[in-house]
């Protein structure tokens, strides 16, 4: 594949499994997906153990996302409920509280999908 390195960065693309990086780590919890870059990564920018220590630390953070989620989640609701006029903010929480959703979580990305869009448009 051509380096396109806003798209398909040959330090993402250059893999010998022919494999791009985010066709794995786009399915992956966002700590999980960084380390996996990261380690993907690891000799192919010159920063070897650099890319090492930034995967272990997203692992770590992984591990602690677990026991602080749903302190934060609470937070940013309360601040929702007393700030009902961001518009950007209530976008954010129905992403964040996705790992709640359920069955409607393709309905609830699909809605602040379209919203932003149109803040896009409107603010181009």
Do not use: C
Request: without cysteine; glycine residues 4%; charged residues 30%.
């Amino acid at each position: 594949m051509k380096d396109d390195p806003v798209n398909h960065p040959k330090h993402y693309t250059s893999h010998p499994s022919k494999i791009e990086a985010i066709q794995l780590t786009e399915h992956m919890r966002f700590n999980v997906g960084n380390a996996v870059k990261y380690m993907w990564r690891k000799d192919l920018k010159g920063k070897g153990v650099q890319d090492l220590k930034k995967a272990a630390w997203y692992l770590e953070r992984e591990i602690q996302r677990h026991y602080e989620f749903n302190k934060y989640v609470v937070m940013f609701g309360d601040y929702i409920k007393e700030n009902p006029d961001d518009k950007l903010g209530l976008l954010i929480y129905k992403l964040v509280t996705l790992p709640l959703a359920g069955t409607r979580r393709n309905e609830l990305i699909q809605e602040v999908l379209d919203e932003l869009n149109r803040t896009i448009k409107n603010e181009e």
